[in-house]
């Protein structure tokens, strides 16, 4: 079995900066996709930010020039930080992984979310 756990939300200013971690945990073999959604009270869940096959990295327009992704030598912790933070990045954070793991490679990889991790901004 897999774990994401989402960790750093929070309480923010607006123009403050947002630090997320995801910590991924259990049986891995490959982790192919890492990243972040999120969703605001009455939006759809959508991209923030991912690493895509290997070194690409997406993120969603609304975030370009403030957010960005990272992520350890291992490749199964990422991180996510706004600067600055604007009321709308307010929402749910999800870290999503798609893992392949030890023992099924047959099957492919997997989806794994996290339980998510509040953001409210606010003064």
């Known amino acids: 079995q897999v774990q994401l756990v989402e960790s750093g939300g929070g309480l923010v200013q607006p123009g403050g900066s947002l630090t997320l971690s995801c910590v991924a945990s259990?049986?891995?073999?490959?982790?192919?996709?890492m990243g972040w959604y999120r969703q605001a009270p009455g939006k759809e869940r959508e991209l923030v930010a991912a690493f895509d096959n290997g070194d690409m990295i997406v993120y969603q327009d609304s975030v370009k020039g403030r957010a960005t992704i990272a992520r350890d030598d291992a490749k199964t912790t990422v991180f996510l930080k706004i600067d600055p933070v604007s009321p709308e990045d307010a929402a749910v954070y999800y870290c999503?992984?798609?893992?392949?793991?030890?023992?099924?490679?047959?099957?492919?990889?997997?989806?794994?979310w996290g339980q998510g991790t509040q953001v409210i901004v606010s003064s």
């Open positions: 259990g049986n891995i073999l490959k982790i192919r996709i």
């Open positions: 999503t992984a798609d893992v392949m793991q030890r023992g099924s490679e047959s099957e492919g990889y997997t989806n794994y």
